[in-house]
């Protein structure tokens, strides 16, 4: 889902919890205590901040892997922003009525919230048109074929194959990157196959932010480049490894042979 949709929805959560909670305070006679109005409003704030430097960017295989391309929470934005220009001036009344002053950092986590999604959604838009402008590659290049045969005549068949580590990564593809050109996207075990002239080249894995340095190689006519990739370290520790390194989190090795990359 995208990152707009989903600090709307952060957004329109947020408000309903504050409005609902200041209006049983006149019901109960308990006033929420500081320490739980602002608990609520960091809760609320930190997963809208790093929804808001997300990456928009999702592949077919990603959607399909994800609910077969339909989220939980996905629904009609308007009736979103509907739904968040009723309950913003609700909530307000029921804060100001009650004298709820612990629920306001809550309900300026919410506004906040519900204002991030407006730049998120101008650049899932840019993003948008950039990726529909199909950019001319910078060389030739052979993409979208099923085996080593199907390479033209005295060029080199290049495979990359995607190591499955199971539920560590299991919801992203990883993007392909020739010579600077992005050639596919490989789900957990899937084997990429493309066509490369001879000569120098290199690769590297993309995810968002996250790539590694250029593997380099030539390319020989005929003879069949074949490499692995996988997160450089797979395990927990990673996820904090990444935001320090996020140029080294892939791991792209050379094999002698297309057979052990494995089937495609």
């Known amino acids: 889902m995208k990152p707009s949709a989903l600090l709307a929805q952060t957004a329109l959560f947020g408000l309903l919890a504050c409005g609902m909670t200041a209006m049983r305070i006149q019901v109960t006679g308990n006033p929420v205590p500081v320490a739980a109005g602002?608990?609520?409003a960091l809760l609320l704030l930190v997963p809208a901040l790093l929804l808001?430097?997300?990456s928009a960017e999702m592949t077919p295989g990603e959607r399909y892997r994800l609910h077969h391309g339909e989220h939980v929470f996905a629904g009609p934005g308007r009736?979103?922003?509907?739904?968040?220009?009723?309950?913003?001036?609700?909530?307000?009344?029921?804060v100001l009525a009650n004298t709820a002053w612990t629920l306001v950092p809550l309900l300026l986590a919410a506004c906040t919230a519900g204002?991030?999604?407006?730049?998120a959604r101008r650049r899932e838009r840019r993003e948008l048109r950039e990726a529909l402008a199909y950019p001319e590659l910078t060389g030739p290049k052979t993409t979208g074929i099923r085996s080593p045969e199907q390479v033209p005549p005295d060029w080199t068949p290049v495979l990359v194959h995607r190591i499955d580590r199971g539920r560590f990564d299991m919801l992203v593809d990883y993007r392909i990157i020739v010579d600077g050109d992005r050639v596919?996207?490989?789900?957990?075990?899937?084997?990429?196959v493309m066509g490369l002239p001879p000569g120098p080249h290199h690769v590297?894995?993309?995810?968002?932010r996250?790539?590694?340095?250029?593997?380099?190689?030539t390319a020989e006519p005929g003879a069949a480049v074949c490499f692995v990739i996988e997160p450089a370290r797979p395990d927990r520790r990673a996820n904090a490894d990444?935001?320090?390194?996020?140029?080294?989190?892939?791991?792209?090795?050379?094999?002698?042979s297309w057979i052990r990359a494995g089937p495609l």
């Open 52 to 54: 808001a430097s997300a």
């Open 115 to 119: 204002v991030l999604s407006f730049p």
């Open 242 to 256: 990444r935001r320090a390194r996020p140029g080294a989190y892939f791991q792209v090795v050379r094999v002698p």
């Open 210 to 217: 996250l790539t590694n340095a250029p593997v380099r190689f």
């Open 204 to 208: 590297q894995g993309g995810l968002a």
């Open 38 to 40: 602002v608990f609520l």
């Open 79 to 94: 009736l979103v922003w509907l739904l968040i220009a009723f309950w913003v001036p609700w909530t307000l009344y029921w």
């Open 184 to 192: 596919g996207a490989l789900g957990p075990g899937q084997t990429l």
